[in-house]
Nanobody, 120 residues
Framework: VQLQASGGGLVQAGGSLRLSCAAS????????MGWFRQAPGKEREFVAS????????YYADSVKGRFTISRDNAKNTVYLQMNSLKPEDTAVYYC??????????????WGQGTLVTVSS
């Protein structure tokens, strides 16, 4: 299983970014997907998750109303649209598949991270 995250970068506070995570080696539509992040000196934390169908989504309180998770099962890709970014959103963002992502728990598979830096 390979999860390839992309889309990170440097953005000013108030700006937007869209992260993508492309999956291979797995029947993507069978897996719930999630995004997590890890800021310097902090533990990795749950950000958002989506069920295999895409019909249900879940968010950490810190990003609710600003971030949107979605998926395209035809493209084996999950997205994280991040709006109204704040400096405290600065972190390495990781996608995860399966496991307990829907309940903000540990996934079965991790992708490599993509760095998001929000300047004030």
């Amino acid at each position: 299983v390979q999860l390839q995250a992309s889309g990170g970068g440097l953005v000013q506070a108030g700006g937007s970014l869209r992260l993508s995570c492309a999956a291979s080696g797995v029947t993507f539509s069978n897996y719930p997907m999630g995004w997590f992040r890890q800021a310097p000196g902090k533990e990795r934390e749950f950000v958002a998750s989506v069920t295999w169908s895409g019909l249900s989504t879940y968010y950490a309180d810190s990003v609710k109303g600003r971030f949107t998770i979605s998926r395209d099962n035809a493209k084996n890709t999950v997205y994280l649209q991040m709006n109204s970014l704040k400096p405290e959103d600065t972190a390495v963002y990781y996608c995860g598949a399966g496991g307990r992502v829907v309940t903000s728990g540990r996934p079965d598979y991790w992708g490599q991270g993509t760095l998001v830096t929000v300047s004030s």
